[in-house]
């Protein structure tokens, strides 16, 4: 087993000391009879806002599509009468 590496077991007994070193910029692996299931890294405070972020990830092609910002409540079907033709295809009016 490797220094950085603690099974689950192991983590929960040494819980503050691995805090410890990850405060020291350290990665911590957690495993479960020997494979890795999680691990522990550093905080990274991100000051990108979304619009910026969203236009990374496009730029990186990660996302496709439309970046402006809607109005939540806007309706997604403006036609009159949405409601009762679907109503009406299933017989409840």
């Given at each position: 087993?490797k220094?950085?590496?603690?099974s689950?077991?192991?983590a929960?007994?040494?819980?503050?000391?691995?805090?410890?070193?990850?405060?020291?910029?350290?990665r911590?692996i957690?495993?479960?009879?020997g494979?890795?299931i999680?691990e522990?890294v550093?905080?990274q405070?991100?000051?990108?806002?979304?619009l910026?972020?969203?236009?990374r990830?496009?730029?990186?092609?990660?996302?496709?599509?439309?970046?402006?910002?809607?109005?939540p409540?806007?309706?997604l079907?403006?036609?009159?009468?949405a409601?009762?033709?679907?109503?009406?295809?299933?017989?409840?009016?």
């Amino acid at each position: 087993m490797k220094s950085n590496e603690y099974s689950t077991y192991e983590a929960k007994a040494k819980f503050s000391e691995l805090l410890r070193k990850v405060k020291k910029n350290k990665r911590v692996i957690i495993t479960s009879r020997g494979n890795p299931i999680a691990e522990l890294v550093p905080f990274q405070h991100n000051q990108e806002n979304t619009l910026e972020r969203l236009s990374r990830l496009e730029q990186q092609g990660v996302v496709d599509g439309d970046t402006r910002i809607r109005d939540p409540f806007e309706p997604l079907d403006k036609s009159v009468g949405a409601l009762k033709r679907f109503l009406s295809t299933r017989g409840d009016i």
